[in-house]
């Protein structure tokens, strides 16, 4: 018993005062430089200064967990690349939302991303001159998807506008308003874009198709 008292006291004191060597390699890879790409909106220093817990971690047993939890408030962050450089860099290839419109919704402005997502609305040059949407996202989304699937050219269209009854007015860049109907709806969208073609038709700035089987013309 005495003697394993001794070899216990032995290893106790010879734990506490030896540091291996492989701890002191370990230390070599901490993470001293991230280096952010491939963001356009996002100012590097913003996105930086969420990270700055993220100096002297180990780069060995840093996880893509530790980098979301920093990264997740972030609005225009779409998703992200980390690719560890040893031995203490980390590099982030940064993928940001798109907006494709501003929504007007009870007083207050959002970006409306490409996946339909609402982000706080900042002035920023590159998105000066998107459409504004008066209505809310779940009914955009429906319309927005519908256009896309029978290939309208949505740049041609500065405002749209959803009314309390469900049913949608476009007003395009060329100053044309599009008034459609609750329902049915896309079959006065393909008469649009075939009646634009023809120059009998430009003279004309209002296309009613609220009453089923008329077009209003203006």
């Not at 220093?45 to 817990?53: A, F, G, M, P, T």
């Not at 940064?94 to 007083?107: G, H, L």
């Not at 519908?146 to 500065?158: E, G, H, S």
């Not at 395009?172 to 006065?188: A, H, N, S, W």
Request: glycine fraction near 0%.
């Amino acid at each position: 018993m005495k003697k394993r008292l001794i070899i216990a006291c032995a290893l106790l004191l010879l734990l506490s005062t030896y540091k291996p060597q492989k701890l002191f390699l370990i230390d070599k890879f901490n993470i001293e430089e991230i280096k952010i790409e491939n963001n356009f909106i996002l100012k590097e220093k913003k996105i930086k200064k969420n990270l700055i817990s993220l100096y002297d971690s180990n780069l060995i047993f840093l996880n893509s967990f530790d980098i979301e939890k920093k990264l997740k408030n972030i609005a225009f962050i779409e998703s992200y690349e980390v690719k560890k450089i040893y031995p203490n860099k980390l590099k982030i290839k940064i993928f940001e939302k798109k907006p494709i419109a501003v929504m007007q919704y009870k007083k207050k402005k959002f970006f409306i991303s490409e996946n339909y997502n609402l982000i706080d609305y900042k002035n920023i040059e590159n998105y000066k001159n998107l459409p504004e949407v008066f209505g809310d996202i779940k009914n955009f989304k429906i319309f927005h998807n519908d256009l896309k699937k029978i290939n309208f050219p949505t740049n041609l269209i500065k405002k749209y506008y959803l009314y309390k009854s469900n049913r949608w007015d476009l007003e395009t860049f060329e100053k044309k308003v599009i008034k459609l109907p609750i329902k049915d709806y896309i079959t006065g969208l393909e008469n649009f874009l075939d009646l634009r073609k023809e120059s009998n038709f430009k003279k004309y700035n209002v296309f009613d198709y609220r009453i089923n089987d008329q077009l209003i013309l203006k």
